[in-house]
């Protein structure tokens, strides 16, 4: 058998990774702003100039997937933690990435429970989310599907990501999470890694389970918010 399920927790502390992503996002200004003072030149031909355009175009494109992957992140919080009810949240993204799986042939379907109430950060939340839909959406050819079911037992929930993509073996599924891993041409390696961290900070954890050809699921359970705990989140 091919798939695999999996605890990830080689995670790094979260002022390392800010440290790094800025890091990442500086590099390609400094690139561009490199081009812009080239081009400031009106000697050089029209060859060089339309080269250092395109490189800086695709420069800026790169800081700017690494902040869409990272943007709620950078700035951990607990002061924003609210009541949050999981079947809304979910359709909330799924308004986000419709456009997305669309214009990729995919279907999305959300098989909902009834209300789950977690406690957490609603835009962080989102990010984990979105961040993990798409990766199943990128995963998949034309017609290919994109499964979020949400349950709730014994004191968790449970948000269960399924898509039927190229699947991952071994070795990457062990990787996942590990920053700026990536197999993809223009990918930042960061969008597990932003997810995992995110799950982890709400006493949840994600599992994954792969197998090749044939798809994966990532499964966040997080803990439900119980009754004496809910009074002071209620607006
Ligand atoms: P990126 O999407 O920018 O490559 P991620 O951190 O989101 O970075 O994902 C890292 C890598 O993990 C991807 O490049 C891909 O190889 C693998 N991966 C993540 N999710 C899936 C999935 N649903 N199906 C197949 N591979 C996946
Ligand atoms: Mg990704």
Do not use: C, W
Not at 17 to 37: C, D, M, W, Y
Not at 43 to 63: G, H, N, V
Not at 148 to 153: D, F
């Amino acid at each position: 058998v091919l798939s695999e399920i999996k605890e990830l927790e080689k995670l790094k502390v979260v002022s390392d990774i800010a440290a790094s992503i800025s890091h990442e996002v500086r590099n390609p200004l400094t690139v561009t702003k490199g081009f812009l003072q080239l081009l400031q030149d009106h000697t050089i031909s029209l060859e060089k100039k339309e080269f250092y355009i395109k490189l800086s175009l695709e420069e800026l494109e790169r800081a700017e997937e690494i902040i869409s992957d990272y943007l709620t992140f950078a700035k951990p919080s607990i002061e924003n933690i609210d009541l949050l009810e999981l079947n809304r949240e979910i359709q909330y993204i799924l308004k986000v990435i419709t456009p997305y799986a669309t214009m990729r042939d995919i279907d999305i379907m959300f098989e909902k429970t009834d209300d789950v109430f977690i406690a957490g950060e609603r835009q962080k939340l989102h990010q984990a989310l979105i961040n993990l839909a798409k990766n199943g959406i990128e995963a998949m050819s034309p017609n290919g599907k994109l499964t979020i079911k949400l349950t709730s037992h014994e004191n968790m929930a449970h948000i269960i990501i399924s898509d039927t993509g190229i699947g991952m073996n071994e070795e990457q599924v062990r990787r996942l999470g590990t920053p700026y891993y990536s197999t993809k041409t223009t990918g930042t390696g960061l969008g597990t890694m932003v997810a995992f961290s995110i799950i982890k900070a709400m006493r949840g954890h994600l599992s994954v389970k792969s197998s090749l050809g044939e798809g994966t699921t990532f499964t966040l359970t997080i803990p439900l918010v119980q009754h004496e705990e809910s009074s002071h989140l209620l607006p």
